[in-house]
């Protein structure tokens, strides 16, 4: 069982949008910045976002993060075939003195 | 640019150790935590520990506390992974990962390639 909560999967038709959410409290989305990383299978993660909503240098516009209060939210719109991957949000954790992850949710485009 | 190469496929017996490494280039290897990602067959990333390469000072996810040690190598900007004794519930690709910023709490921004461990009798 994840500290932090994501939706198992989600799914859009092509060239729509999609958000995944993860929702965590207050000691560790509530205080703390928010990554999102993408893992194609059988390749490693891919940071995606980072301090809620900062892509890095060569990450698409069309990826977008969000944070209110003790949930984040990873916004991917014009949705193309080479996006279906799994998402995991991640953030630090002040009671566990560590960081956590979400459990992962599996994008489908259709 | 920063690279992050880790070690290969181990295949190990239960009660086995195992060191595990990872090795950073490419930047100030004492100025940035690395970290350590656990992957199961078919499951999500779990958070395994950090570690800061100047001062060996660590940080472990409870799941993982007594279970491995976490060690640098500062004269070869190399990370470490380590079991002294190893179940089949060790079986898992496992990711080194760097921070991007130098804070503990920012972002995994480089990755290496994974290393798998398989423990079976």
């Known amino acids: 069982q994840s500290v932090l909560t994501q939706p198992p999967s989600v799914s859009a038709a092509a060239g729509q949008k999609v958000n995944i959410s993860c929702s965590g409290s207050?000691?560790?989305?509530?205080?703390?910045?928010v990554s999102w990383y993408q893992q194609v299978p059988g390749t490693a993660p891919k940071l995606l976002i980072y301090?809620?909503?900062i892509r890095p240098s060569g990450i698409p516009d069309r990826f977008s993060g969000s944070k209110s209060g003790t949930s984040a939210s990873l916004g991917v719109t014009g949705l193309q075939p080479g996006d279906e991957a799994h998402y995991y949000c991640?953030?630090?954790?002040?009671?566990?003195?560590?960081?956590?992850f979400g459990g992962g949710t599996r994008l489908t485009v259709l | 640019e920063v690279q992050v190469e880790q070690s290969g496929t181990e295949v190990k017996k239960p009660g086995e150790s195992l060191r595990i490494s990872c090795k950073l280039s490419?930047?100030?290897?004492?100025?940035?935590?690395i970290g350590w990602v656990r992957q199961m067959p078919g499951k999500g990333l779990e958070w395994i520990g950090i570690?800061?390469?100047?001062?060996?000072?660590?940080r472990v996810s409870p799941s993982f506390q007594g279970q491995v040690t976490f060690s640098v190598d500062k004269s070869i900007s190399t990370a470490y992974l380590q079991w002294d004794s190893l179940d089949a519930s060790d079986t898992a690709i496992y990711y080194c990962?760097?921070?991007?910023?130098?804070?503990?709490?920012?972002?995994?921004?480089?990755w290496g390639q994974g290393a798998l461990v398989s423990v079976s009798s």
């Open positions: 991640e953030t630090w954790d002040v009671s566990l003195r560590a960081g956590v």
């Open positions: 490419g930047y100030n290897f004492d100025t940035y935590w």
């Open positions: 990962a760097r921070r991007k910023t130098a804070v503990l709490n920012s972002a995994f921004g480089h």
């Open positions: 570690i800061d390469p100047s001062d060996s000072d660590t």
């Open positions: 301090d809620n909503n």
């Open positions: 207050s000691s560790n989305i509530g205080s703390n910045y």
